[in-house]
Protein backbone atom coordinates (compact mmCIF):
# COMPACT_ATOMS: atom_id res chain seq x y z
CA UNK A 1 0.00 0.00 0.00
CA UNK A 2 1.34 3.60 -0.92
CA UNK A 3 1.92 5.56 2.15
CA UNK A 4 1.92 9.10 1.55
CA UNK A 5 -0.92 10.98 -0.32
CA UNK A 6 -0.98 10.97 -4.51
CA UNK A 7 -0.69 14.25 -6.58
CA UNK A 8 -3.13 13.03 -9.65
CA UNK A 9 -3.53 15.90 -11.82
CA UNK A 10 -6.11 14.93 -15.13
CA UNK A 11 -5.93 17.23 -18.36
CA UNK A 12 -8.97 17.73 -19.32
CA UNK A 13 -12.54 17.58 -17.76
CA UNK A 14 -14.78 16.82 -20.49
CA UNK A 15 -16.44 13.12 -20.91
CA UNK A 16 -13.54 11.27 -20.07
CA UNK A 17 -11.84 13.55 -17.03
CA UNK A 18 -14.91 13.95 -15.42
CA UNK A 19 -15.48 9.89 -15.97
CA UNK A 20 -12.19 9.44 -14.11
CA UNK A 21 -11.74 11.66 -11.70
CA UNK A 22 -15.22 10.59 -9.88
CA UNK A 23 -14.17 7.05 -10.52
CA UNK A 24 -11.19 7.39 -8.79
CA UNK A 25 -12.70 9.07 -5.91
CA UNK A 26 -15.00 6.17 -5.56
CA UNK A 27 -12.76 3.33 -6.12
CA UNK A 28 -9.39 4.17 -4.47
CA UNK A 29 -10.11 1.65 -2.06
CA UNK A 30 -8.75 3.51 0.85
CA UNK A 31 -5.58 4.82 -1.21
CA UNK A 32 -4.55 8.09 0.08
CA UNK A 33 -5.49 10.61 -3.29
CA UNK A 34 -4.93 14.20 -4.08
CA UNK A 35 -6.92 14.78 -7.20
CA UNK A 36 -7.42 17.79 -9.73
CA UNK A 37 -8.96 18.04 -12.86
CA UNK A 38 -7.14 21.02 -15.12
CA UNK A 39 -10.07 21.85 -17.63
CA UNK A 40 -10.99 25.40 -19.04
CA UNK A 41 -14.02 25.75 -19.91
CA UNK A 42 -17.16 26.72 -17.74
CA UNK A 43 -19.70 24.68 -19.82
CA UNK A 44 -19.91 20.87 -20.38
CA UNK A 45 -21.74 19.62 -23.48
CA UNK A 46 -23.06 15.93 -23.67
CA UNK A 47 -22.06 15.94 -27.35
CA UNK A 48 -23.27 12.58 -28.59
CA UNK A 49 -27.15 14.50 -28.29
CA UNK A 50 -25.76 17.27 -30.96
CA UNK A 51 -26.78 14.10 -33.84
CA UNK A 52 -30.63 14.37 -32.30
CA UNK A 53 -30.30 18.38 -31.72
CA UNK A 54 -29.44 19.21 -34.97
CA UNK A 55 -32.50 17.37 -36.61
CA UNK A 56 -35.10 18.96 -34.09
CA UNK A 57 -35.07 16.37 -32.02
CA UNK A 58 -33.75 17.33 -28.70
CA UNK A 59 -33.20 20.76 -27.09
CA UNK A 60 -29.35 22.28 -27.09
CA UNK A 61 -30.36 23.02 -23.30
CA UNK A 62 -30.30 19.40 -22.44
CA UNK A 63 -27.16 18.76 -23.45
CA UNK A 64 -25.01 21.55 -21.11
CA UNK A 65 -24.35 22.06 -17.49
CA UNK A 66 -22.58 23.69 -15.46
CA UNK A 67 -18.62 22.38 -15.14
CA UNK A 68 -18.33 23.62 -11.73
CA UNK A 69 -21.54 20.90 -10.72
CA UNK A 70 -19.79 18.19 -12.25
CA UNK A 71 -16.55 18.22 -10.65
CA UNK A 72 -16.92 15.27 -7.92
CA UNK A 73 -16.60 16.11 -4.63
CA UNK A 74 -13.54 16.24 -3.26
CA UNK A 75 -11.42 17.11 -6.25
CA UNK A 76 -9.90 20.33 -6.98
CA UNK A 77 -10.57 22.34 -10.13
CA UNK A 78 -7.76 24.36 -12.32
CA UNK A 79 -9.13 26.56 -14.78
CA UNK A 80 -6.85 27.16 -17.25
CA UNK A 81 -5.11 24.82 -20.02
CA UNK A 82 -2.20 22.62 -19.62
CA UNK A 83 0.55 24.40 -22.93
CA UNK A 84 3.37 21.95 -22.28
CA UNK A 85 4.73 18.86 -20.67
CA UNK A 86 7.34 17.66 -19.21
CA UNK A 87 7.38 14.32 -17.72
CA UNK A 88 10.80 13.59 -17.51
CA UNK A 89 10.15 16.45 -14.58
CA UNK A 90 6.51 15.05 -13.65
CA UNK A 91 5.85 18.55 -14.25
CA UNK A 92 3.54 20.65 -17.04
CA UNK A 93 3.11 23.92 -17.35
CA UNK A 94 -0.61 25.51 -17.78
CA UNK A 95 -1.35 28.07 -20.19
CA UNK A 96 -0.81 31.05 -17.39
CA UNK A 97 2.50 30.27 -16.81
CA UNK A 98 1.98 28.37 -13.65
CA UNK A 99 4.10 25.00 -13.45
CA UNK A 100 2.53 21.80 -11.62
CA UNK A 101 3.81 19.23 -10.24
CA UNK A 102 2.29 15.50 -10.14
CA UNK A 103 2.86 12.06 -9.18
CA UNK A 104 1.02 10.64 -11.54
CA UNK A 105 -0.75 12.19 -14.54
CA UNK A 106 -3.97 11.43 -16.67
CA UNK A 107 -4.24 12.94 -20.05
CA UNK A 108 -7.29 13.65 -21.94
CA UNK A 109 -7.79 17.09 -23.49
CA UNK A 110 -10.16 15.39 -26.49
CA UNK A 111 -10.26 16.29 -30.16
CA UNK A 112 -9.45 19.72 -31.27
CA UNK A 113 -11.55 21.21 -34.47
CA UNK A 114 -9.47 22.56 -37.45
CA UNK A 115 -12.43 24.72 -39.22
CA UNK A 116 -9.98 26.38 -40.82
CA UNK A 117 -8.52 23.48 -42.70
CA UNK A 118 -11.68 23.60 -45.04
CA UNK A 119 -11.36 27.20 -47.03
CA UNK A 120 -14.84 29.04 -46.35
CA UNK A 121 -15.68 27.35 -43.04
CA UNK A 122 -16.12 30.50 -41.90
CA UNK A 123 -19.31 30.84 -43.26
CA UNK A 124 -20.25 27.94 -41.06
CA UNK A 125 -23.86 28.94 -39.16
CA UNK A 126 -24.93 31.16 -42.40
CA UNK A 127 -25.95 30.53 -45.82
CA UNK A 128 -27.08 26.97 -45.62
CA UNK A 129 -23.70 25.85 -44.18
CA UNK A 130 -23.97 23.65 -40.81
CA UNK A 131 -22.59 21.47 -38.72
CA UNK A 132 -23.16 19.14 -35.66
CA UNK A 133 -19.87 19.32 -34.52
CA UNK A 134 -20.28 23.12 -33.67
CA UNK A 135 -22.12 23.53 -29.99
CA UNK A 136 -22.31 27.32 -31.13
CA UNK A 137 -24.12 26.45 -34.56
CA UNK A 138 -25.59 22.71 -33.93
CA UNK A 139 -29.52 24.54 -33.66
CA UNK A 140 -28.29 26.39 -36.89
CA UNK A 141 -28.79 22.26 -38.73
CA UNK A 142 -32.17 22.40 -37.35
CA UNK A 143 -33.05 25.31 -38.99
CA UNK A 144 -31.22 24.51 -42.49
CA UNK A 145 -33.42 21.26 -42.93
CA UNK A 146 -36.73 23.25 -42.03
CA UNK A 147 -35.54 25.72 -45.40
CA UNK A 148 -35.30 22.70 -47.54
CA UNK A 149 -37.82 23.50 -50.53
CA UNK A 150 -38.94 21.37 -52.68
CA UNK A 151 -36.00 20.33 -55.31
CA UNK A 152 -33.56 20.99 -52.98
CA UNK A 153 -30.00 19.56 -52.90
CA UNK A 154 -28.40 18.47 -49.47
CA UNK A 155 -24.70 17.53 -49.00
CA UNK A 156 -22.95 15.83 -45.77
CA UNK A 157 -19.76 15.18 -45.71
CA UNK A 158 -17.28 12.61 -43.49
CA UNK A 159 -13.40 14.36 -43.04
CA UNK A 160 -10.67 11.61 -43.05
CA UNK A 161 -10.06 9.84 -39.66
CA UNK A 162 -9.83 11.04 -36.45
CA UNK A 163 -12.87 12.77 -36.19
CA UNK A 164 -15.31 11.96 -33.21
CA UNK A 165 -18.38 9.52 -33.59
CA UNK A 166 -17.91 7.42 -36.77
CA UNK A 167 -21.07 7.95 -37.35
CA UNK A 168 -21.93 11.19 -36.64
CA UNK A 169 -21.76 12.81 -39.98
CA UNK A 170 -24.02 10.14 -41.77
CA UNK A 171 -26.82 10.07 -38.81
CA UNK A 172 -27.80 13.89 -39.85
CA UNK A 173 -27.77 12.59 -43.27
CA UNK A 174 -30.33 9.65 -42.06
CA UNK A 175 -32.08 12.06 -40.58
CA UNK A 176 -32.52 14.85 -43.14
CA UNK A 177 -33.69 12.34 -45.53
CA UNK A 178 -36.68 10.82 -43.18
CA UNK A 179 -37.41 14.56 -42.59
CA UNK A 180 -37.97 14.80 -46.10
CA UNK A 181 -39.27 11.78 -46.55
CA UNK A 182 -42.33 12.75 -43.60
CA UNK A 183 -42.90 16.05 -45.76
CA UNK A 184 -43.64 14.37 -49.43
CA UNK A 185 -40.24 15.76 -50.44
CA UNK A 186 -37.51 13.16 -50.31
CA UNK A 187 -38.35 11.74 -54.19
CA UNK A 188 -38.15 15.59 -55.41
CA UNK A 189 -34.47 16.47 -53.47
CA UNK A 190 -30.95 14.97 -53.86
CA UNK A 191 -29.24 13.97 -50.72
CA UNK A 192 -25.57 13.45 -51.35
CA UNK A 193 -23.02 11.77 -48.59
CA UNK A 194 -19.55 12.62 -49.23
CA UNK A 195 -17.05 10.55 -47.31
CA UNK A 196 -13.42 10.39 -47.41
CA UNK A 197 -13.66 6.64 -46.75
CA UNK A 198 -13.39 3.72 -48.71
CA UNK A 199 -16.64 2.36 -46.98
CA UNK A 200 -19.93 3.40 -44.74
CA UNK A 201 -18.53 2.39 -41.52
CA UNK A 202 -14.93 0.66 -40.22
CA UNK A 203 -17.21 -2.10 -38.89
CA UNK A 204 -18.36 -4.52 -42.29
CA UNK A 205 -20.71 -5.99 -40.24
CA UNK A 206 -22.73 -2.58 -39.63
CA UNK A 207 -21.45 -1.21 -43.15
CA UNK A 208 -23.38 -3.61 -45.27
CA UNK A 209 -26.68 -2.39 -43.23
CA UNK A 210 -26.09 1.03 -44.22
CA UNK A 211 -25.33 0.72 -47.15
CA UNK A 212 -28.79 -0.59 -47.71
CA UNK A 213 -30.19 2.43 -45.16
CA UNK A 214 -29.01 4.93 -47.46
CA UNK A 215 -29.79 3.03 -50.58
CA UNK A 216 -33.45 3.22 -49.05
CA UNK A 217 -33.32 6.89 -48.93
CA UNK A 218 -31.72 7.12 -52.40
CA UNK A 219 -29.02 8.83 -50.57
CA UNK A 220 -26.38 9.44 -53.79
CA UNK A 221 -23.44 8.07 -51.70
CA UNK A 222 -19.56 9.18 -53.08
CA UNK A 223 -16.42 7.18 -51.38
CA UNK A 224 -13.32 9.04 -51.24
CA UNK A 225 -14.34 12.70 -51.18
CA UNK A 226 -12.83 14.88 -49.27
CA UNK A 227 -14.10 18.45 -49.07
CA UNK A 228 -11.56 20.64 -49.44
CA UNK A 229 -13.86 24.06 -50.11
CA UNK A 230 -17.06 26.08 -49.40
CA UNK A 231 -18.36 28.60 -51.30
CA UNK A 232 -21.15 29.92 -49.76
CA UNK A 233 -22.14 33.27 -51.79
CA UNK A 234 -22.17 31.03 -54.60
CA UNK A 235 -23.20 27.34 -52.78
CA UNK A 236 -20.69 25.65 -54.04
CA UNK A 237 -18.56 22.87 -52.48
CA UNK A 238 -15.65 21.72 -53.69
CA UNK A 239 -13.99 17.87 -53.00
CA UNK A 240 -10.42 16.53 -53.87
CA UNK A 241 -10.99 13.10 -55.17
CA UNK A 242 -8.44 10.93 -53.01
CA UNK A 243 -8.42 7.11 -54.27
CA UNK A 244 -10.09 4.80 -56.82
CA UNK A 245 -9.56 5.72 -60.17
CA UNK A 246 -9.99 9.32 -60.77
CA UNK A 247 -8.16 9.68 -57.55
CA UNK A 248 -6.50 13.92 -57.64
CA UNK A 249 -9.35 14.70 -59.50
CA UNK A 250 -11.48 17.69 -58.48
CA UNK A 251 -15.37 17.85 -58.14
CA UNK A 252 -17.30 20.83 -57.41
CA UNK A 253 -21.52 20.15 -56.60
CA UNK A 254 -23.75 22.95 -55.74
CA UNK A 255 -26.39 22.91 -52.54
CA UNK A 256 -29.17 24.34 -51.09
CA UNK A 257 -27.74 22.41 -47.55
CA UNK A 258 -23.91 21.51 -46.68
CA UNK A 259 -23.66 19.99 -43.76
CA UNK A 260 -19.80 19.36 -42.92
CA UNK A 261 -17.13 17.33 -40.51
CA UNK A 262 -14.28 19.62 -39.56
CA UNK A 263 -10.60 17.52 -39.50
CA UNK A 264 -10.06 17.16 -35.96
CA UNK A 265 -6.83 16.58 -34.03
CA UNK A 266 -5.35 15.71 -30.90
CA UNK A 267 -4.83 19.87 -29.20
CA UNK A 268 -1.49 21.24 -30.43
CA UNK A 269 -0.06 20.65 -26.84
CA UNK A 270 -0.56 17.07 -26.80
CA UNK A 271 1.03 16.83 -30.38
CA UNK A 272 3.99 18.94 -29.33
CA UNK A 273 4.89 17.29 -26.07
CA UNK A 274 7.43 14.02 -25.54
CA UNK A 275 3.68 12.29 -24.29
CA UNK A 276 2.63 11.89 -27.96
CA UNK A 277 2.85 9.21 -30.96
CA UNK A 278 4.01 9.88 -34.40
CA UNK A 279 0.65 10.71 -35.06
CA UNK A 280 0.20 13.48 -32.16
CA UNK A 281 -1.98 11.43 -29.93
CA UNK A 282 -0.82 10.37 -26.37
CA UNK A 283 1.12 7.07 -26.65
CA UNK A 284 0.10 4.63 -24.42
CA UNK A 285 -0.75 0.51 -24.53
CA UNK A 286 -4.15 -0.08 -26.21
CA UNK A 287 -4.63 -2.81 -23.54
CA UNK A 288 -3.61 -1.09 -20.11
CA UNK A 289 -3.93 2.63 -21.08
CA UNK A 290 -0.41 2.75 -19.27
CA UNK A 291 1.75 5.40 -21.25
CA UNK A 292 4.44 3.68 -23.08
CA UNK A 293 7.49 5.22 -22.11
CA UNK A 294 6.35 7.11 -18.91
CA UNK A 295 4.57 4.44 -16.80
CA UNK A 296 3.17 7.18 -13.97
CA UNK A 297 1.40 8.55 -17.05
CA UNK A 298 -2.17 7.12 -18.43
CA UNK A 299 -4.19 8.82 -20.60
CA UNK A 300 -8.28 7.98 -22.17
CA UNK A 301 -10.32 9.29 -24.54
CA UNK A 302 -10.30 11.23 -27.95
CA UNK A 303 -7.13 12.05 -27.29
CA UNK A 304 -5.06 9.07 -26.40
CA UNK A 305 -3.71 6.54 -29.60
CA UNK A 306 -5.78 3.53 -28.92
CA UNK A 307 -7.29 2.66 -32.13
CA UNK A 308 -10.94 2.19 -31.09
CA UNK A 309 -13.64 4.36 -32.32
CA UNK A 310 -13.72 7.56 -30.59
CA UNK A 311 -16.78 7.92 -28.00
CA UNK A 312 -18.13 8.39 -25.03
CA UNK A 313 -19.09 5.18 -24.89
CA UNK A 314 -15.19 3.53 -25.33
CA UNK A 315 -14.69 6.01 -22.23
CA UNK A 316 -17.16 4.42 -20.23
CA UNK A 317 -14.61 1.04 -21.07
CA UNK A 318 -11.58 2.59 -20.38
CA UNK A 319 -12.33 4.47 -17.31
CA UNK A 320 -12.27 1.70 -14.80
CA UNK A 321 -8.78 0.09 -16.48
CA UNK A 322 -7.12 3.03 -16.18
CA UNK A 323 -8.70 3.24 -12.59
CA UNK A 324 -7.60 -0.16 -11.65
CA UNK A 325 -4.52 -0.08 -13.12
CA UNK A 326 -2.91 3.43 -12.20
CA UNK A 327 -4.26 2.31 -8.58
CA UNK A 328 -2.05 -1.08 -8.92
CA UNK A 329 0.82 1.37 -9.97
CA UNK A 330 0.61 3.34 -7.02
CA UNK A 331 0.93 0.31 -4.86
CA UNK A 332 3.61 -1.35 -6.70
CA UNK A 333 0.76 -4.31 -8.42
CA UNK A 334 0.68 -5.72 -11.83
CA UNK A 335 -1.19 -4.13 -14.23
CA UNK A 336 -4.08 -6.58 -14.65
CA UNK A 337 -6.91 -4.44 -16.03
CA UNK A 338 -7.72 -4.52 -19.94
CA UNK A 339 -9.50 -2.11 -22.48
CA UNK A 340 -11.06 -4.55 -25.36
CA UNK A 341 -11.52 -1.85 -27.44
CA UNK A 342 -15.49 -1.69 -27.21
CA UNK A 343 -16.97 1.36 -28.82
CA UNK A 344 -20.39 2.17 -29.72
CA UNK A 345 -22.21 4.68 -32.22
CA UNK A 346 -26.32 4.72 -31.81
CA UNK A 347 -26.98 5.27 -35.88
CA UNK A 348 -29.80 7.33 -36.44
CA UNK A 349 -31.19 5.73 -39.50
CA UNK A 350 -34.36 6.97 -39.10
CA UNK A 351 -36.86 9.47 -36.40
CA UNK A 352 -37.55 6.81 -34.27
CA UNK A 353 -34.94 4.41 -35.40
CA UNK A 354 -31.31 3.36 -34.35
CA UNK A 355 -29.46 0.42 -35.10
CA UNK A 356 -27.30 0.34 -31.67
CA UNK A 357 -23.60 -0.63 -33.58
CA UNK A 358 -21.52 -1.70 -30.51
CA UNK A 359 -17.95 -3.48 -31.23
CA UNK A 360 -14.05 -4.24 -29.74
CA UNK A 361 -10.85 -4.32 -31.14
CA UNK A 362 -10.62 -6.09 -34.77
CA UNK A 363 -14.62 -4.84 -35.65
CA UNK A 364 -16.01 -7.64 -33.35
CA UNK A 365 -19.48 -7.29 -32.64
CA UNK A 366 -20.43 -6.94 -29.65
CA UNK A 367 -24.66 -6.27 -28.42
CA UNK A 368 -25.19 -5.40 -24.96
CA UNK A 369 -28.71 -7.05 -25.53
CA UNK A 370 -29.35 -10.01 -26.68
CA UNK A 371 -30.62 -8.99 -29.92
CA UNK A 372 -29.72 -8.70 -33.58
CA UNK A 373 -27.66 -5.68 -34.01
CA UNK A 374 -28.32 -5.27 -37.57
CA UNK A 375 -31.68 -4.22 -37.15
CA UNK A 376 -33.12 -0.84 -36.87
CA UNK A 377 -34.90 -0.60 -33.70
CA UNK A 378 -37.74 1.71 -31.69
CA UNK A 379 -36.03 0.47 -28.19
CA UNK A 380 -32.68 1.74 -29.50
CA UNK A 381 -34.08 5.17 -30.39
CA UNK A 382 -35.18 5.68 -26.77
CA UNK A 383 -31.64 4.33 -25.48
CA UNK A 384 -30.28 7.14 -27.63
CA UNK A 385 -32.30 10.05 -26.41
CA UNK A 386 -33.43 8.93 -23.23
CA UNK A 387 -31.62 6.62 -21.40
CA UNK A 388 -28.23 6.97 -22.61
CA UNK A 389 -28.15 11.18 -21.73
CA UNK A 390 -29.83 10.04 -18.26
CA UNK A 391 -27.05 7.21 -17.73
CA UNK A 392 -24.06 9.91 -18.74
CA UNK A 393 -25.20 12.37 -15.84
CA UNK A 394 -26.36 10.82 -13.52
CA UNK A 395 -24.18 7.40 -13.39
CA UNK A 396 -21.07 7.61 -15.49
CA UNK A 397 -20.18 11.46 -14.54
CA UNK A 398 -20.27 9.81 -11.40
CA UNK A 399 -18.21 7.18 -11.46
CA UNK A 400 -20.58 4.25 -11.47
CA UNK A 401 -19.42 3.61 -14.97
CA UNK A 402 -18.18 0.01 -13.84
CA UNK A 403 -21.50 -1.43 -12.98
CA UNK A 404 -22.83 -1.94 -16.49
CA UNK A 405 -21.26 -5.09 -18.67
CA UNK A 406 -22.29 -5.25 -22.31
CA UNK A 407 -22.36 -9.23 -23.44
CA UNK A 408 -19.67 -10.37 -25.62
CA UNK A 409 -20.80 -13.38 -27.11
CA UNK A 410 -22.46 -12.50 -30.48
CA UNK A 411 -21.79 -14.76 -33.11
CA UNK A 412 -22.05 -13.18 -36.30
CA UNK A 413 -24.01 -14.60 -38.83
CA UNK A 414 -21.81 -16.21 -42.03
C1 LIG B 1 -21.62 15.48 -33.17
C2 LIG B 1 -21.10 14.45 -32.21
C3 LIG B 1 -21.79 13.27 -32.05
C4 LIG B 1 -21.31 12.30 -31.18
N1 LIG B 1 -22.05 11.14 -31.01
C5 LIG B 1 -21.65 10.22 -30.12
C6 LIG B 1 -22.45 9.08 -29.84
O1 LIG B 1 -23.54 8.90 -30.41
N2 LIG B 1 -22.00 8.17 -28.96
C7 LIG B 1 -20.81 8.34 -28.29
O2 LIG B 1 -20.46 7.51 -27.46
N3 LIG B 1 -20.01 9.40 -28.54
C8 LIG B 1 -20.40 10.35 -29.43
N4 LIG B 1 -19.62 11.47 -29.65
C9 LIG B 1 -18.22 11.49 -29.18
C10 LIG B 1 -18.04 11.85 -27.71
O3 LIG B 1 -18.66 13.06 -27.40
C11 LIG B 1 -16.52 11.94 -27.45
O4 LIG B 1 -15.90 10.76 -27.89
C12 LIG B 1 -16.22 12.12 -25.98
O5 LIG B 1 -16.77 13.32 -25.52
C13 LIG B 1 -14.70 12.07 -25.74
O6 LIG B 1 -14.39 12.41 -24.43
P1 LIG B 1 -13.02 13.21 -24.10
O7 LIG B 1 -13.09 13.50 -22.66
O8 LIG B 1 -11.88 12.50 -24.69
O9 LIG B 1 -13.18 14.57 -24.91
P2 LIG B 1 -14.16 15.78 -24.58
O10 LIG B 1 -15.42 15.27 -23.95
O11 LIG B 1 -14.30 16.54 -25.85
O12 LIG B 1 -13.40 16.62 -23.47
C14 LIG B 1 -12.13 17.16 -23.64
C15 LIG B 1 -11.97 18.27 -22.61
O13 LIG B 1 -10.59 18.66 -22.55
C16 LIG B 1 -10.55 20.06 -22.46
N5 LIG B 1 -9.23 20.49 -22.97
C17 LIG B 1 -8.81 20.63 -24.26
N6 LIG B 1 -7.54 21.01 -24.31
C18 LIG B 1 -7.12 21.11 -23.03
C19 LIG B 1 -5.87 21.45 -22.43
N7 LIG B 1 -4.81 21.78 -23.18
N8 LIG B 1 -5.78 21.47 -21.08
C20 LIG B 1 -6.85 21.14 -20.31
N9 LIG B 1 -8.05 20.79 -20.83
C21 LIG B 1 -8.17 20.78 -22.17
C22 LIG B 1 -11.71 20.57 -23.28
O14 LIG B 1 -12.11 21.86 -22.86
C23 LIG B 1 -12.77 19.51 -22.99
O15 LIG B 1 -13.61 19.87 -21.92
C24 LIG B 1 -20.10 12.49 -30.47
C25 LIG B 1 -19.41 13.72 -30.61
C26 LIG B 1 -19.91 14.69 -31.46
C27 LIG B 1 -19.16 16.00 -31.58
Redesign the pocket.
Known amino acids: MADSKKRILI???????TTVAASLMRHSGGTQLDVAI????ED?YY??A??IVGAGAYKLDKTRRKQQNLIPRGVEWIKG???SFDPENNSLTLDSGAELNYDYLIV????ELNWDKIEGAAALGTRGVCS??SSEHVEYTWECLQNLKPGAKALFTQAPLPF??P??PQKIAYLTADYLRKKNQLEDSEVHFFTAGPAMFAVPFFAKELDKVAAGYGIDVHFQHNLVAIDADNKRATFKVVGGDNEGETVVMDYDMLHFTPYQSP?Q?IQSSPLANEGGYVDIDQHSMQHNKYSNVFAL???GSTPNS??????RKQSPVVVKNLLAAINGDALEAHYDGYG???LTTAYGKVIMAEFTYGGKVTPTFPLDPSKERWINWWIKVTGLPMFYWSYMLRGYEWFFKHNTSYVEPE
Open positions: VGGGTAGIEPSHQPFTKAACPGLNYKCGAPAGDAKTAAAVSCP
